[in-house]
């Protein structure tokens, strides 16, 4: 059964990568973005298999904690 989700920052950063766009079918453990907080990267990354329905977010972009990233539809 398929579940629509959206995944969202957990800490506010900066947008440093984006990996995928809409459409796009990501498996297990795929990375999504690569957000930069503190000198840190940190990986987005999926937590099942599916596709990309939305990319809310564009390189360089501050995101806060909360923000909608990605709409994703796991499998």
Request: hydrophobic share 50%; aromatic share 4%.
């Amino acid at each position: 059964m398929k579940m629509a989700e959206t995944i969202q920052a957990e800490m506010g950063a900066s947008v440093w990568k984006v990996l995928v766009a809409p459409g796009d079918r990501v498996e297990e453990d795929d990375v999504f973005m690569i957000l930069e907080a503190m000198k840190m990267e940190i990986p987005v990354t999926a937590e099942d298999s599916g596709t990309v329905l939305a990319v809310h977010v564009s390189v360089g972009d501050v995101v806060a904690p909360g923000q909608a990233l990605i709409n994703f539809e796991a499998e």
